[in-house]
Nanobody, 119 residues
Framework: QVQLVESGGGSVQAGGSLRLSCVAS?????MAWFRQRLGEERERVAF????????GYDDSLKGRFTISQDYDKNTLYLQMNNLQPEDTARYYC???????????????WGPGTQVTVSS
């Protein structure tokens, strides 16, 4: 079992930044951030393969979002810069025991944190 708790969401204006955090009870092989816009399906934002440090991003977000880990604190981060109204969504932290990490089939999910970007 992996418990995940996200924090760091909030309301910002377009062009602003936020850093999301996810405290994990333990790390799994794959750790990821997903988001779900209102009325849409959940989509994978970024993942990190804990064993190798390999990272992957949704192509449309690469360059603005950065995923990272602090192993000592069992914490996963998502740094989001130059936020736009279309980034408004609920953001979820997720964990998966086995690779590949570039999949939507994750085993454990946090409750999510809301990000709202106004124009």
């Amino acid at each position: 079992q992996v418990q995940l708790v996200e924090s760091g969401g909030g309301s910002v204006q377009a062009g602003g930044s936020l850093r999301l955090s996810c405290v994990a009870s333990r790390y799994a092989t794959c750790m990821a951030w997903f988001r779900q816009r209102l009325g849409e399906e959940r989509e994978r934002v970024a993942f990190i393969w804990s064993g190798t440090g390999l990272k992957g991003y949704d192509d449309s977000l690469k360059g603005r979002f950065t995923i990272s880990q602090d192993y000592d604190k069992n914490t996963l981060y998502l740094q989001m810069n130059n936020l736009q109204p279309e980034d408004t969504a609920r953001y979820y932290c997720a964990a998966r025991w086995d690779s590949p990490c570039a999949t939507d089939a994750y085993d454990y999910w946090g409750p999510g944190t809301q990000v709202t970007v106004s124009s």
